[in-house]
């Protein structure tokens, strides 16, 4: 079974929908939940956002942010979930924003990747940013998780690593969530 089956495995399981907003990966996450049968039952639809004015206007990212920051930002990636989510009506919203190469971007060096995360708990705060793999890795908002990556590779094995990703770690807030909600109806055991 694919990450993006398992996904949406557990999204209908919970009767959640998912929405996702792509900049760096240009609707290769919607790709791999859309080439999942049945995948319109929790799949609401995508925003790819590429050019940095669209960020602001169709996903009401904080243009001052952007004007400051540029789009390879951690806050961006956080505002991008949050506002996909909340524009397409989904219970979870996720988001990918940073440099596939092959030229550095807003000061930031090719492989810089934020993916995010909003669910309908917010989410729940992480330990600083680090570099590397993003287990642990997390920031906390009151809209979700970001997790900043470093990706090695050209500008394909970013994109798709990508993806790989922000699909896993959704799989893993959701699966946390289950295991919470379990815990709250077992009595705390």
């Keep these: ?91 979870w919203g996720i988001a990918t924003t940073g440099v596939a190469g092959p030229d550095p971007q807003d000061g930031q060096p090719v492989g810089t990747v934020y993916v995010a995360v909003a669910g309908p708990a917010g989410g729940t705060p992480g330990t600083e940013p680090s570099q590397g793999a993003p287990a642990g890795a997390s920031t906390g908002s009151p809209m979700g998780k970001v997790f900043p990556l470093r990706l090695n590779g050209d500008r394909g094995e970013i994109r798709r690593e990508s993806v790989r990703i922000v699909l896993r770690l959704l799989r893993e807030e959701l699966s946390g969530n289950v295991r919470a909600q379990d815990t709250e109806q077992n009595g705390g055991n």
């Design 1 to 91: 079974m694919t990450e993006a089956a398992r996904v949406l495995a557990l999204l209908a399981e919970r009767g959640q929908t998912l929405a996702v907003a792509e900049s760096l990966t240009g609707g290769l996450v919607a790709a791999e939940l859309t080439g999942v049968p049945g995948a319109s039952a929790s799949f609401r639809g995508s925003v790819t956002a590429y050019a940095t004015a669209l960020k602001h206007e169709l996903l009401g990212v904080d243009g001052a942010l952007l004007a400051e920051r540029g789009a390879v930002d951690p806050e961006v990636a956080s505002q991008m979930a949050a506002g996909v989510r909340a524009r397409l009506g989904a219970d």
